[in-house]
C-alpha cells in the first residue's frame, strides 16, 4: 500500500492503495465516483474511458502508480449539470438505449473533438471504433458527435 494525490475532476484528492491498483477501482471503489465502468477490464471496450491531461485512456488498464501529476476527468467532472455540448447532443439525438456504455463513449468523443473540432466521419469511425456499445446505437453516436461539434464540441 502506498499513499496517493491526484487531481480528479479539479480536486486534490488522498488515497492509500496497491501502486499497481487500476485507476478505474481507484474511482469507484477508493473515491465512489461510480459514473466510470468497468467493462471488458483489458483496455478493449472502452467503457472505462476516463481523461488523463485531455487524453482519453482506459482507466482499467492505467495503475494509480503511473498518473503523476496528470489531472483526471471523469464523466462526473466533465460538466456539473450535463451542460457540455457532447453531453447535451447525447440527449438531443437520444443515444442511449442501456446506456452502460456511454459514459465511455461521452469522454472518448470529448477528447476527439478536443483536437479535431470539425470531425469527418473518418475521423469518427477511426477515434470511436475502440469503444464498444452492444445496443448498436452507432449511428446515433455518430449524429451526436457531429452535432456537438457544431455546438464547438469540447468546453473541458
Request: with cysteine; proline share 5%.
Amino acid at each position: 500500500m502506498a499513499n496517493f494525490s491526484i487531481d480528479v475532476n479539479g480536486e486534490s484528492r488522498q488515497v492509500n492503495v496497491d501502486p499497481d491498483t487500476p485507476m478505474l477501482w481507484v474511482l469507484r471503489d477508493e473515491l465512489n465516483l461510480k459514473g466510470t465502468k468497468f467493462g471488458c477490464g483489458i483496455a478493449q471496450c472502452g467503457a472505462c474511458t476516463i481523461h488523463l491531461n485531455g487524453e482519453a485512456v482506459r482507466s482499467c488498464s492505467t495503475p494509480i502508480s503511473a498518473i503523476g501529476n496528470a489531472s483526471i476527468t471523469t464523466i462526473e467532472g466533465l460538466s456539473e449539470n450535463g451542460s457540455h455540448p457532447v453531453q447535451e447532443a447525447w440527449m438531443e439525438e437520444d443515444v442511449p438505449q442501456c446506456g452502460y456504455c456511454q459514459a465511455g463513449q461521452i469522454m472518448s468523443a470529448s477528447a476527439m473533438l478536443s483536437k479535431i473540432p470539425n470531425p469527418t466521419e473518418a475521423d469518427i469511425h477511426q477515434n470511436m471504433s475502440g469503444n464498444i456499445c452492444r445496443c448498436g446505437t452507432y449511428p446515433r453516436i455518430k449524429k451526436a458527435i457531429m452535432r456537438a461539434a457544431e455546438k464547438g464540441g469540447n468546453n473541458e
